[in-house]
């Protein structure tokens, strides 16, 4: 079993930025792939990134060149530093584990999941 806590949330304006944390715990992490993902007010779950163990990332198209992937693998953490950010970028962001180690974009793929953490972004 691996447990999951996301933190770095909050309300930031336009342009801003925000770096999300998410903590794992319970099994080797190493190993694992690390996604971000993001759900906004009346729709689906959506992929935003996803770190393997060797540190392949790849980007949603919509958030690329703005936000970056990254893992410490000493600290079984996973890091989601966001810049520039958009008022479109405003939802819950969720991080998962891919225990396969693939690089995988869809949410079925994942198969642990934290509880979320809210990014707002303000005008």
């Known amino acids: 079993q691996v447990q999951l806590a996301e933190s770095g949330g909050g309300l930031v304006q336009a342009g801003g930025s925000l770096r999300l944390s998410c903590a794992a715990s319970?099994?080797?992490?190493?190993?694992?792939?690390m996604g971000w993902f993001r759900q906004a007010p009346g729709k689906e779950r959506e992929f935003v990134a996803t770190?393997?163990?060797?540190?392949?990332?790849v980007y949603a198209d919509s958030v690329k060149g703005r936000f970056t992937i990254s893992r410490d693998n000493a600290k079984n953490t996973v890091y989601l530093q966001m810049n520039s950010l958009k008022l479109e970028d405003t939802a819950v962001y969720y991080c998962?584990?891919?225990?396969?180690?693939?690089?995988?974009?869809?949410?079925?793929?994942?198969?642990?999941w934290g509880q979320g953490t809210q990014v707002t972004v303000s005008s």
């Open positions: 319970g099994r080797t992490f190493s190993g694992y792939s």
């Open positions: 770190i393997t163990r060797s540190g392949s990332t």
């Open positions: 998962a584990v891919d225990v396969t180690g693939l690089v995988r974009r869809q949410t079925w793929a994942y198969d642990y």
